[in-house]
């Protein structure tokens, strides 16, 4: 009698493939759902501060904007009054920063001792708090309590690295990060344009900006509700008698320094690009939201294509290279087709750098210390995005476009130096290149 044929059962490897995949999934939906409702505030920054700054006795807002006209008189060059709420709300991105450099460690040796997805449940209650202080921020101290609050919990991003980082094997970690790195992508280009038709529906005189906020608010609450019915714990609890290769200190101090100094000139870079397109075009908001979009749009490309399929050490030479070149595009230009060209340049550069940073810090240890690792990582980068804009744009206007924007690319380049050493000096950095 002819044998029946029996089904065979999936092998481990198989397993383990198709829950990492399940998983990303999850991470991919959960951060688009939460970037897009981070990003929807950003194109409302403008109007919000005017609609604070013309509520009488607002002490805390005159305050700081006295703080900030002191430092325009500081330099010979007149700045107009228009970009007031530009530093203003570089300033806001600048404590939010900072807040995140303090909590980003915090974050991740928590989800170490308690798990990944307990810290990224805590974080989104922490998230929910935040955006729910916005809905009723009539006032600008309540304002600048949400800001705080996201500040101190967000941990989303950091969380969803490490989990990524459970879950892949070090040959599959790049691709597994670009998706986070398309998350970013999609929701820096749809978020703004939703953030701002919702700014004109208005149902609430005390606080204009109050369906923007619910909106936001909803898909937070959407967001916590699909994590806790989908996302699987990835991080299991070890048993203190099981060894596990320790952090490479060295390698880690570098990638950190390294990712502190690269996100110290980009964002200085980014912040002072609509300075510079005044400056040259008399662009408008619409037309820097364009340019903006191109970059997103682009590196959402990019992320799906060139950095999923190349290896992390390749990717961040590509994306530093391609930093110091848009630089000294940028410090030349007098058109526009220069100033487009010089922006998918740095397109490529938010496509790779950070994205490739991550995944080489990811291999430098076990998972006993992912979170702690990860979250410091993240507090450097923190750190320079919070000095950044201040440092370039004091230096923009003391100096000039020409020598700020030449300076920021020899900067990359040093960046780039400083990277090539430490792959040929740190011995874990040489076992990841090894393993690609």
Same mark, same amino acid.
């Not at 070090?170 to 990060?177: F, K, M, N, V, Y």
């Given at each position: 009698?002819?044998?029946?044929?029996?089904?065979?059962?999936?092998?481990?490897?198989?397993?383990?493939?198709?829950?990492?995949?399940?998983?990303v999934?999850?991470?991919?939906?959960?951060?688009?759902?939460?970037?897009?409702?981070?990003?929807?505030?950003?194109?409302?920054?403008?109007?919000?501060?005017?609609?604070?700054?013309?509520?009488p006795?607002?002490?805390?807002?005159?305050?700081? *904007?006295?703080?900030?006209?002191?430092?325009?008189?500081?330099?010979?060059?007149?700045?107009?009054?228009?970009?007031?709420?530009?530093?203003?709300?570089?300033?806001?991105?600048?404590? %939010?920063?900072l807040?995140?450099?303090?909590?980003?460690? &915090?974050?991740?040796? *928590?989800?170490?001792?308690f798990?990944?997805?307990?810290?990224?449940?805590?974080?989104?209650?922490?998230? &929910?708090?935040?955006?729910?202080?916005?809905?009723?921020?009539?006032?600008?101290?309540?304002? &600048?309590?949400?800001?705080?609050?996201?500040?101190?919990?967000e941990?989303?991003?950091?969380?969803?690295?490490?989990?990524?980082?459970?879950?892949s094997?070090?040959?599959?970690?790049?691709?597994?990060?670009a998706l986070?790195?398309?998350?970013?992508?999609?929701?820096?280009?749809?978020?703004?344009?939703?953030?701002?038709?919702?700014?004109?529906?208005?149902?609430?005189?005390?606080?204009? %900006?109050?369906?923007?906020?619910?909106?936001?608010?909803?898909?937070?609450?959407?967001?916590?509700?699909?994590? =806790?019915a989908?996302?699987?714990?990835?991080?299991?609890?070890?048993?203190?008698k099981?060894?596990?290769a320790?952090?490479?200190?060295?390698?880690?101090?570098?990638?950190?320094?390294i990712?502190?100094?690269?996100?110290?000139?980009?964002?200085?870079?980014?912040f002072?690009?609509?300075?510079?397109t005044?400056?040259?075009?008399?662009?408008?908001?619409?037309?820097?939201?364009?340019?903006?979009?191109?970059?997103?749009?682009?590196?959402?490309?990019?992320?799906?294509?060139?950095?999923?399929?190349?290896?992390?050490?390749?990717?961040?030479?590509t994306?530093?290279?391609?930093?110091?070149?848009?630089?000294?595009?940028?410090?030349?230009?007098?058109?526009?087709?220069?100033?487009?060209?010089?922006a998918?340049? *740095?397109?490529?550069?938010?496509?790779?750098?950070v994205?490739?940073?991550?995944?080489?810090?990811?291999?430098?240890?076990?998972?006993?210390?992912?979170g702690?690792?990860?979250?410091?990582?993240?507090?450097?980068?923190?750190?320079?995005?919070?000095?950044?804009? &201040?440092?370039?744009?004091?230096? =923009?206007?003391?100096?000039?476009?020409?020598l700020?924007?030449?300076?920021?690319?020899?900067?990359?380049?040093?960046?780039?130096?400083?990277?090539?050493?430490s792959?040929?000096?740190?011995?874990?950095?040489?076992?990841?290149?090894?393993?690609?």
């Open positions: 009698m002819r044998e029946e044929s029996r089904p065979v059962a999936p092998s481990d490897e198989a397993r383990a493939t198709a829950f990492a995949k399940s998983v999934r999850i991470l991919f939906i959960s951060l688009v759902l939460d970037l897009l409702s981070f990003t929807m505030i950003l194109p409302l920054f403008p109007r919000l501060l005017d609609f604070y700054r013309d509520q006795n607002n002490v805390m807002l005159n305050s700081v *904007l006295r703080y900030l006209n002191t430092y325009k008189a500081a330099f010979a060059r007149p700045i107009s009054t228009r970009f007031d709420v530009v530093l203003l709300g570089g300033a806001m991105g600048s404590l %939010f920063s807040l995140q450099a303090f909590a980003s460690p &915090i974050i991740g040796s *928590l989800s170490d001792k798990g990944r997805r307990t810290a990224l449940l805590y974080s989104m209650l922490g998230n &929910i708090l935040s955006v729910a202080l916005w809905v009723v921020a009539y006032n600008f101290p309540i304002f &600048i309590a949400s800001r705080v609050v996201g500040g101190l919990s941990g989303n991003v950091q969380l969803a690295l490490a989990i990524a980082t459970d879950v094997t070090p040959q599959t970690r790049g691709s597994a990060l986070v790195g398309i998350a970013f992508s999609v929701a820096f280009t749809f978020g703004p344009m939703i953030g701002a038709y919702l700014s004109n529906q208005t149902f609430s005189a005390a606080n204009p %900006f109050a369906a923007a906020a619910t909106f936001s608010l909803g898909l937070l609450l959407l967001e916590t509700a699909f994590l =806790y989908k996302l699987p714990e990835t991080r299991p609890l070890q048993s203190k099981q060894g596990e320790k952090t490479s200190t060295k390698g880690l101090g570098m990638l950190s320094l990712h502190f100094f690269f996100l110290f000139i980009f964002s200085g870079m980014e002072s690009l609509p300075f510079m005044f400056d040259l075009f008399s662009y408008s908001s619409k037309d820097n939201g364009r340019l903006l979009g191109f970059v997103g749009l682009l590196a959402a490309v990019l992320q799906g294509s060139f950095t999923r399929r190349t290896p992390p050490l390749t990717v961040v030479k994306g530093l290279i391609s930093a110091a070149v848009s630089f000294f595009i940028l410090g030349r230009i007098d058109s526009q087709k220069g100033l487009y060209l010089a998918a340049l *740095l397109a490529v550069t938010s496509a790779t750098v994205t490739g940073l991550t995944a080489l810090t990811s291999m430098l240890g076990g998972e006993k210390e992912r702690k690792m990860l979250g410091g990582f993240r507090a450097a980068g923190q750190v320079g995005r919070a000095l950044g804009p &201040i440092v370039f744009c004091t230096f =923009y206007w003391w100096a000039g476009r020409e700020a924007y030449i300076t920021g690319g020899v900067g990359m380049l040093l960046v780039t130096g400083l990277f090539w050493l792959i040929k000096d740190s011995g874990k950095l040489l076992l990841a290149k090894k393993k690609q």
